[in-house]
T-cell receptor, first 112, second 115 residues
């Protein structure tokens, strides 16, 4: 089955700096890559996603890049703010496989 | 539109008991997935249902089962509970078909503690 590795497990950044989280996946058939943010005690919420036919997608301060050849994708958060502090999960799936395989998560702390 | 709801929110059981968790998807969503979240194993896929049919199942023992009703509500059952079953159980719904996308919307979870 699909195996998703996520690094780093923890990330501390100064407010205003950028944060980058990287994930690799094993199944070359995977074609959908969402990123979820989970604040303490709350449900995971989708923040951005990308399909395999797109190399990069941006939404305000958040961007995701995908390298299908290398089987890795990354989340970039620019101009970090204290409210960006949370656990971020990457995931991969084959769209018609009906399941998400998640990375282990990255705890991001933004220092004021 | 109301989000995904799960009941109960918290549950304490003892080893050997069984438990049933419930999930109500967003109105119009017909796909419901279940995930187990633990500090050690992260988020792991349990199973997915669509139109009362299980379309995929994760690598969990047969003690974990689920079903979906005609109104898309779903339940999961864990029999003969073990200490290691203590976790947050999340369900997620997705709209498929015209106007649907790939996004899964998560519920708040049921926190199960097995003593």
């Amino acid at each position: 089955g699909e195996n998703v590795e996520q690094h780093p497990s923890t990330l501390s950044v100064q407010e205003g700096d950028s944060a980058v989280i990287k994930c690799t996946y094993s199944d070359s058939a995977s074609n959908y890559f969402p990123w979820y943010k989970q604040e303490l005690g709350k449900r995971p919420q989708l923040i951005i996603d990308i399909r395999s036919n797109v190399g990069e997608k941006k939404d305000q301060r958040i961007a995701v890049t995908l390298n299908k050849t290398a089987k890795h994708f990354s989340l970039h958060i620019t101009e970090t703010q204290p409210e960006d502090s949370a656990v971020y999960f990457c995931a991969a799936s084959i769209v018609y496989d009906y399941k998400l395989s998640f990375g282990a998560g990255t705890t991001v702390t933004v220092r004021a | 539109k109301a989000g995904v709801t799960q009941t109960p929110r918290y549950l304490i059981k003892t080893r050997g008991q069984q438990v049933t968790l419930s999930c109500s998807p967003i109105s119009g969503h017909r796909s419901v997935s279940w995930y187990q979240q633990t500090p050690g194993q992260g988020l792991q896929f349990l199973f997915e249902y669509f139109s009362e049919t299980q379309r995929n199942k994760g690598n969990f023992p047969g003690r974990f089962s689920g079903r979906q009703f005609s109104n898309s509500r779903s339940e999961m059952n864990v029999s003969t509970l073990e200490l290691g079953d203590s976790a947050l159980y999340l369900c997620a719904s997705k709209k498929e078909g015209a106007g649907g996308g790939n996004e899964q919307f998560f519920g708040p979870g049921t926190r199960l503690t097995v003593l």
